[in-house]
């Protein structure tokens, strides 16, 4: 499969089979190390195929970083981390333009977005202008110093890991780069019996030196082309549409998820059909995949915070209420 030419290739081209066995070598690779955690490793490896970002939000010390590392290991990727802290400028993200005084030109140095794989990790605790160099690179895969345009290497993910907002020196996230983001997750705490699986099994050595790559830049690509030719039934499209415009409309809710939600959720429930080893899209992919992709872009009325009520909730009342489409249903 590394031999094809992914570009145009659909599932009538290879073999699926293979195709669905590529995709879960992956992450049961990254699972030899990530214990307990096979949902989000599975959402994290569908946001990879689907094109999307992640933030990953948990307390310190779950595997937030970990898991990027692992997943980038493992995919045989390039794999940048930057530590956000205040005193990292948005040109450490981007790259800059130095003078070289021999060839008495500007000689551009890339910044650590040249990669496949950007961690950024604590991406609260930076200042908002370098959080916000990220935007360009999220939403177009390039990046622009000094007026030139760079373009970033295929493939291109930002995995970024925070700390809640309530921990002192952060700086919460604005609405317009949470929606580069498709995907939210937060890790959890292991039950007893996997934290003592995690315990007994770290050495001396580093956990991640026993994750091998196990597929490439070649196959991630042509797996991305595969999901991106999943079918999905005019019905379904309207029923993405459906529950995204329902956040809008929500008695809870001041902002609601915008058209680029509708889109995340579409590559996102294409993917994550495919991560099922199925060639098309059902109802219960989007609902699967629709809480942690809408709920951090919601922004809720002070009233409803008051009340207790969160974007969970809300993404609960979208769901009960949205009509599912049957099979069949024309649009």
């Known amino acids: 499969m590394e031999d094809v030419k992914y570009r145009g290739v659909t599932f009538a081209d290879v073999d ?6 590529a995709a879960g070598r992956l992450t049961a690779e990254i699972e030899k190390i990530i214990v307990g955690k096979h949902r989000e490793v599975l959402l994290l490896v569908t946001a990879l195929l689907a094109g999307g970002h992640v933030l990953i939000e948990d307390v310190p010390g779950v595997g937030k970083t970990t898991l990027a590392a692992a997943l980038a290991r493992a995919a045989g990727l390039d794999f940048r981390r930057a530590q956000f802290t205040p005193d990292v400028t948005a040109s450490d993200i981007t790259g800059f333009n130095i003078y070289n005084r021999r060839n008495e030109s500007f000689d551009f140095t890339p910044g650590l977005v040249m990669t496949n794989i950007l961690l950024a990790d604590e991406i609260n605790r930076a200042s908002p202008k370098t959080q916000s160099a990220l935007l360009e690179a999220m939403e177009e895969c390039r990046v622009t110093v000094d007026g030139r ?12 890991t925070q700390n809640p907002s309530g921990f002192v020196g952060t700086y919460p996230l604005p609405e317009a780069q949470l929606d580069r983001f498709s995907l939210k997750l937060s890790m959890g705490y ?19 030196d026993s994750v091998k790559p196990v597929v490439g830049v070649k196959l991630i690509r042509f797996l991305r082309s595969l999901t991106a030719d999943v079918h999905i039934d005019p019905a379904l499209y309207k029923y993405i549409v459906s529950l995204v415009s329902a956040t809008r409309t929500h008695r809870s809710v001041s902002l609601g998820a915008s058209p680029r939600a509708s889109l995340a959720l579409k590559r996102l429930s294409q993917a994550y059909a495919f991560m099922h080893s199925r060639s098309y899209v059902v109802p219960e992919d989007i609902a699967d995949i629709f809480r942690v992709s809408a709920a951090h872009r919601l922004l809720l009325t002070q009233e409803a915070k008051l009340a207790g009520v969160t974007s969970d909730d809300v993404i609960s009342d979208v769901l009960k209420s949205t009509p599912v489409p049957v099979r069949g249903e024309s649009r």
């Open 16 to 21: 699926s089979e293979k195709a669905y066995a």
């Open 190 to 208: 292991p039950t007893p019996d996997e934290e003592v699986r995690i315990v007994e099994s770290r050495g001396e050595s580093s956990p991640l």
């Open 149 to 160: 345009t760079y373009e970033l290497p295929e493939p291109f993910m930002v995995i970024a």
